[in-house]
């Protein structure tokens, strides 16, 4: 056992936000916290980390274990290098029944094996870098001093696929205990050997990942629904009871009345599940039939061409997911559609009967002095019209916010508070056209899969930048990825259509290559071969060949195609990201495979390239 948390108890004033938690982490465990916004679930990495300490309870660490962290929030920008900040992790050594931890320092060639590997030059400033591209840089600073625990606040956010897909890779072949908080159900499933789910104070540990325990905490809720039915019931009866008349209290059972006094105890202390989010959105008359048109578009941003020569028609009704590596330019072609860029060469049309709602990543919408109320409708206290018309408050509760929330500053809100006020915001106007950037950032699973089920059932037209695979398999019907240099490519389907068509392509192009070199091979070594044949063949040499080398020689073609086509089949397995979810035996033993089967190709050729040599040689 590495990490041992005992009755932990943790409040904010009269909110128990971690009532009594108790967990176990195992070696080699990967165990992923769910839970609302909220919940407390950062609160409880934070007392696992050392940097809270609980109002009661217990944490434990193994003597001599490494931990570090990578926390939810970015880093303060600095004018430290990429590589200084790197250098700069730490990673904690907590003894046990002690507070003292010592530092680690982290090798100079191991930080620059990350920043390879995550593609970060480390004289980059990281000041001057993107969101997604700090949070490759504090992943990294995590990872530098290889920890035995390591602990993750939602580290998919600002990461593009790539950098995700990464992560998953390293994560699985990480050697150490790994306790993290994700919203990525992609993420989620393929890491978690185990989830602990907190809600309302408790922890529950679930085996298995995400979707086991979506099946087994349905069957648990149902249970507890008809639980709570039945103590309703009984309590609503002892109560009739023991309100009737002068005769029936002389007869009262005084054990009976102690155990009504129980039950109403229990009702009271009882924390019922909060409600869920209810968000709706208010779809206006539907715009034109084409919604935009870009004609030959080309745009840069200093020397870096972020779109080129690009055409595109969305006509209404379109359900577009916008994919790419950071910094290849998804905001910039959300703002030449709606007109917030220009470009630099060709021609865009939009309709005029678009009615936006915009979820832009930055959430620049919001006025961070403003109250919750004012950021939703800018003071007037009623959205909508005729039987849509509401009551601002009863809006922003379905948002999940509290009344005594309506009057705080944005500001006071944390990430995933913010983000369902944008939402809040955005929807609470008619619209025909959603365009939402990055959207899912913050927002626990629950909310994001009801988000997920209102974006399925809007009629009007969709552009989504995301990361999230789920949501994009989900919710668009087409994509365009931008693969850098201002390439952009329109591709029918959702993000696992696109990743099978790309394995693919993969796969023939490699099978392809290997025909030309194999063919090459041949036509090369032979034409050779029978030059050199006369002068360096021995003169003793027989003037045929023996049986067996003659049906060396026969069979050696069939040979060769078997033997190159295991080879295809092994480089598509070990080229998936599926591959390296082994256990690092298996891995090690599929690469050795490999390379033995290349050796062995290699070998049968030149025996080939031999026998050919003396065929050609007997034949004259």
């Not at 104070?201 to 979506?214: A, T």
């Amino acid at each position: 056992m590495l990490l041992r948390l005992d009755q932990i108890s943790l409040a904010f004033g009269a909110k128990p936000l971690l009532d009594r938690v108790s967990l176990q982490v195992e070696e080699r465990e990967r165990v992923c916290i769910v839970g609302r916004n909220g919940e407390g679930k950062s609160s409880l990495l934070k007392v696992a980390q050392g940097q809270t300490s609980p109002d009661d309870g217990r944490c434990w660490v193994r003597p001599g274990a490494k931990l570090s962290m990578l926390v939810q929030d970015l880093d303060e920008a600095t004018d430290a290098s990429v590589g200084d900040v790197v250098m700069a992790g730490r990673c904690l050594n907590q003894v046990i029944e002690s507070s003292v931890n010592s530092d680690f320092e982290v090798p100079e060639y191991r930080v620059h094996a990350l920043l390879s590997r995550l593609k970060l030059d480390p004289g980059w400033s990281f000041a001057s870098l993107s969101g997604g591209w700090r949070r490759r840089v504090l992943l990294a600073r995590a990872l530098a001093c290889e920890p035995d625990i390591l602990l993750l606040d939602e580290p998919t956010n600002h990461l593009d696929i790539e950098a995700i897909e990464w992560l998953e890779s390293t994560m699985l072949d990480f050697k150490g205990a790994l306790l993290f908080v994700s919203h990525d159900r992609y993420f989620v499933n393929r890491l978690a050997t185990r989830i602990a789910e907190l809600d309302r104070g408790q922890l529950s540990l679930w085996p298995g990942n995400y979707d086991e325990y979506l099946k087994r905490k349905a069957l648990q809720l149902e249970n507890e629904a008809k639980e709570i039915a039945e103590f309703e019931k009984k309590w609503s009866a002892e109560e009739v009871w023991i309100r009737k008349g002068v005769e029936a209290r002389r007869t009262r059972n005084e054990g009976r009345v102690r155990a009504l006094e129980k039950m109403r105890e229990e009702r009271r202390q009882r924390r019922t599940r909060a409600g869920a989010a209810k968000i709706e959105l208010f779809e206006s008359e539907r715009s034109s039939k084409m919604v935009f048109e870009l004609d030959k578009v080309s745009l840069k941003r200093g020397q870096s061409q972020i779109i080129d020569n690009f055409s595109l028609r969305v006509q209404r009704g379109d359900r577009i997911g916008i994919v790419g590596a950071n910094g290849q330019g998804k905001s910039s072609l959300i703002k030449l559609l709606l007109g917030e860029l220009e470009p630099d060469h060709g021609s865009i049309r939009r309709a005029h009967s678009i009615e936006l709602a915009y979820y832009d990543q930055q959430r620049e919408q919001l006025d961070l002095d403003a109250t919750v109320f004012d950021n939703v409708n800018d003071g007037n206290e009623y959205i909508g019209e005729g039987s849509n018309r509401r009551h601002l408050s009863s809006w922003l509760r379905d948002f999940l916010f509290r009344p005594e929330q309506f009057r705080t500053p944005a500001s006071a809100l944390s990430g995933g508070e913010r983000n369902r006020l944008l939402l809040a915001r955005i929807f609470a106007r008619p619209a025909n056209l959603l365009v939402l950037d990055e959207p899912t950032n913050d927002l626990d699973i629950e909310t994001l899969e009801l988000l997920e089920e209102k974006i399925a059932e809007f009629s009007g037209t969709l552009l989504l930048v995301s990361h999230d695979r789920a949501f994009l398999d989900r919710v668009v019907s087409s994509l365009l990825v931008l693969e850098g240099q201002g390439h952009v490519q329109e591709f029918v389907g959702g993000w696992s259509d696109w990743r099978q068509w790309k394995a693919q392509q993969s796969a023939a192009t490699t099978s392809t290559d290997i025909k030309n070199a194999r063919d090459s091979k041949r036509n090369i070594t032979s034409a050779s071969d029978r030059a050199t044949s006369s002068e360096s063949a021995p003169r003793s040499r027989p003037q045929r060949m023996s049986y067996k080398e003659q049906r060396e020689f026969e069979e050696l073609p069939q040979r060769l195609e078997s033997l190159e086509t295991r080879k295809l089949s092994l480089t598509a397995e070990v080229s998936t990201p599926e591959f390296y979810a082994q256990d690092e035996q298996v891995i090690r033993d599929g690469l050795q495979a490999l390379q033995a089967l290349e050796q062995e190709i290699s070998q049968a050729w030149e025996r080939w390239a031999e026998l050919d040599a003396l065929a050609a040689k007997l034949a004259r």
